[in-house]
């Protein structure tokens, strides 16, 4: 990855309209990608709220350098270590004129956010982009050859990938909620397990279709199920079974969720609240599915969020 980059000897201070134009392209990306976070982001204090919004694009950013189909896995990586330099050397006080990097920085100095966490989300994002060719069980599948690959071969492994791309972003969250209980760090590390293996169980179909399987070789093994059997029309019983299991584990997690939200600052309370009610009902609705997520993806409705919003708004009122 990138290398330390030294202070500026003379450092750039951004403008006060240079920096309400920046936040308001993070919030642009927030707004129009962050399907289920930006409904916690509105009921934070608009400082708050900012600052999440420039994590929030940064990390989409980063997301979408290292998952673009277009590009060879070598060059994917060149340029998230190219735009991670820039983020360096804006960190370093040197003039930027990225807007996601103006605002990103300018948040991490209002929040204390340590650097390391930020490498730490971009790390996350190139840990689904292959060195070269894939390794690990596979099967060959279909008449064009194309291989499904189990990411983690146990729930240990997957855990430390869960933690890289979603305990991280808690432990920045967590932040700028602002906390002083230290319990607060570890309750958000299992907070973020809970909110990635929601994600791998609605998405199985999805990730199957990219070649990826994120549910661990040995939960498979314990259904008597292959990777191949998470493409076209797997047998439902034995995939229900398998991604209850997984839910359990999820809820487990959840509870974590929960205790977590009395340790932040009161004014980010509802937020987090929203954004663990959300998370958690959408794991309840592909349950009450039957966890057949292989008939269409499974979400919560625009008027489903809004209900929990609404309920937000009230808890930051009370």
Known sequence: MSTAVQPAAVQSVPTHSQLAMAYSVCSGIARS??????????????PKRQALCAVYAFMRRCDDLSDDPSLPPRERRARLEAWLDAFHHAQAGEPTDDAILLALTDSQRRYQ?????????????????????PEGPSQETGSESSSLVVQYRSFKDLYLYCYHVASVVGLVCIKIFGY???????????????????NIIRDVKEDAGMGRVYIPLEDLQKFELMPGDLQGTPDRARLRSLLAMEAERAREFYKSGHELIPLVSEDSQPALWVLVTIYQRLLEKIAQKQYDVFAGRVRLSTREKLSVLVKGFLKRLT
Request: net charge negative; glycine share 4%.
């Open 180 to 198: 002083r209980d230290p319990n607060a760090e570890h309750l958000a590390e299992r907070c973020g397990i809970a909110f990635q293996l929601t």
């Open 113 to 133: 956010i340590p650097a390391e966490l930020l490498d730490q989300l971009a790390f996350g994002t190139l840990m689904d982009v292959p060195d070269s060719a």
């Open 33 to 46: 990608s962050a399907r289920n976070f930006y409904y916690a982001f509105l009921v934070l204090p608009k």
